[in-house]
Every structure is written in C-alpha cells, then in structure tokens.
C-alpha cells in the first residue's frame, strides 16, 4: 500500500492526514498551533514530530513507509532564513527526503479546488489568497497580523477591540458590541481590558482572533458597528481575490473559479456578503463550495507531488 502525508499548519490548529493512494484516509491527528513566529521554530519542531508519530502509529506503519508528504508551514517563505532550518527539521522526522514543505495556503487552494486552476482565499486567524493557472501559483496577502492580514479574523478582532473602545470613551453610540466585549474579557471596568488583552493575553495573535466571534455575535443582533466591520472585512477580502485574477493572467471573458478556506466563512452570513462582494466586481466568477479540507488537500497535493496521478474524489468537505 502506498501511503501519502499532509499537514496543514495554521494559527490555531495543525491537522495531519495519511491516505493511501486512492485517497481514502489512514490516520489523522490534531495538534496546537504551528505558527512559529509566535513561540519560535521549536514549536513548529514539536507540532511535527507530535503529528508524524501520532499517524504511524495509528497506521502501524514507520515514517519510513510513507511515500511522500506535504508540509503546509505557516508563514513558510515569509522568513527565507528560516527555509533551510524548516526542511532539516521535516528531513530528520521523517528520516528521508520524500517531502516537501511549503506554505500552508497550498493545502487550502488544493482541497478546496480539488487541484484545478482558480482561487483559494483564506480567512482564518491571518488572511491570503493563492491561486494557479496553467501551472502558475501566485499568492496575494498574508503580510502577517502586525500591519496587514486584512479581513482575517484577527484583523477583525482589532477592529472589534478598536469599536468598543470608542463606545466606551462615547466617541461612538454603544451597540450589543459594548457589552459582548466586556463579558468576552472579562472586565466590568472598561479600562480593565487594556490589562487583560494587552498584560494578561499578551497581546496574544490566537486571542485576539477568537474575538471576531464577538463581533459576528454583535453583528447578528443588529449592531450597526460590527455590521460595518464585517463588510469592509470582505471588501478586503474581494480585493485578494481581484488583485490575484490579473496577477494570474485570467482574462476579462474567462470565469474563474474562487473557493475559500479559513473560519470566517463558517458563518453563512460572513460567506453571503463575500459572495455579493465578489459580485459587484462585474468579472467572471464561479464561488465554489470547498471541495475537501485544507488537510486532504496537503495531502492529495503530496500524491501529487510524488508523481502519482489524482483520484476522483467526491467532495468531502
């Protein structure tokens, strides 16, 4: 039996999948956080080797066994000294070198198109979009949390903390937002929440993340606030998508297919408004419902790689 691995790192969960060559799943694992920039490449080193021991061992098989494996590493690329020291890492822990790392966007566009030509847009704890055509990958966003990350949840999260800061000082009228946010943190008194995000949090990437649910609660009881976030959010995020179109050659009479990925768009409503976003462009687009998950498709894309040809999958995500 042929065995192929896929891992898809992000911000707030790493999921690793072995299927064999027809694409049926072997093993799975769930492990914490691989984006590295946060607690150091160590992280990154642990969350492997947790996952790669965890599938073999479910599987009964070694890691000398499997045929080949994708690492789809946040943040891969972003810091090109860093490259070198991330294959040694995935080289040792599997003990060959029938791999290959990348960045984790690529796990997203492949399950979520099931490999064919168009665009992946992701918004999760940071934000992106990758596409291919004719062979060609190009990637638009995904400048980390600290200036860009437009429209992710951790974007939407500082502007969350932004609106209700406002609504305390009385620069802005208090909507459901006010007091969501207070009880989210935990504060009664509002200047409380400096200490709690900034002290107790640390400011922390995934936390404040966790807080664009806040806003979308906000949303949905008519807070015209959080609405407002929400929208520009998926503006931003049509803008990804718009921009990678002309990157990747389409032309103005071609239909390109657009998936996403991420947990923004586990909300039927942040989806609806991307969609009318999209839209309003007037260019040619096909919104299509994710294929499979980011995780089947780290792991198709290792099939890939390894030369063997792709199933015909029915979607699974």
Not at 236 to 247: F, M, P, Q, S, Y
Request: charged share 20%; net charge negative.
């Amino acid at each position: 039996m042929s065995y192929y691995l896929g891992m898809d790192g992000g911000g707030t969960k790493t999921a690793f999948l072995l299927i064999d060559g027809s694409g049926t799943p072997i093993a799975s694992s769930k492990q914490s956080s691989s984006y590295y920039f946060d607690e150091g490449i160590e992280l990154l080193e642990r969350v492997l080797r947790a996952g790669l021991a965890e599938v073999t061992q479910v599987a009964s098989i070694t890691p000398a066994e499997i045929d080949f494996a994708f690492f789809g590493v946040p943040g891969f690329g972003e810091a090109s000294g860093d490259v070198e020291r991330i294959d040694d890492i995935a080289r040792k822990a599997l003990g060959h070198g029938r791999y290959q790392c990348g960045n984790d966007m690529i796990g997203g566009w492949a399950g979520s198109l099931g490999g064919e030509d168009g665009i992946n847009v992701i918004a999760g704890t940071g934000s992106m979009a990758y596409g291919e055509r004719g062979g060609i990958g190009q990637r638009v966003g995904g400048w980390s949390e600290v200036f860009a990350d437009e429209g992710s949840a951790h974007w939407i999260g500082i502007a969350g903390l932004n609106a209700f800061s406002r609504m305390a000082d009385g620069r802005m009228t208090k909507g459901p937002l006010y007091d969501l946010m207070r009880e989210r943190v935990g504060v009664t008194h509002d200047l409380d929440l400096i200490g709690v995000v900034v002290s107790e949090w640390g400011a922390k990437r995934t936390s404040i993340a966790d807080l664009a649910k806040v806003v979308m609660t906000a949303a949905d009881l008519g807070d015209p606030h959080a609405s407002r976030i929400l929208l520009e959010a998926t503006e931003e995020l049509v803008e990804l998508v718009v921009t990678l179109r002309g990157a990747l050659g389409f032309q103005p009479d071609e239909i390109a297919k657009v998936s996403y990925s991420g947990g923004m768009f586990s909300a039927p409503s942040f989806l609806a408004t991307f969609a009318a976003g999209l839209s309003r462009t007037g260019q040619g687009y096909q919104l299509v419902t994710p294929h499979h998950t980011p995780d089947l498709g780290s792991a198709l894309y290792a099939l890939k790689l390894s030369g063997a040809n792709l199933p015909l999958l029915p979607a699974t995500a």
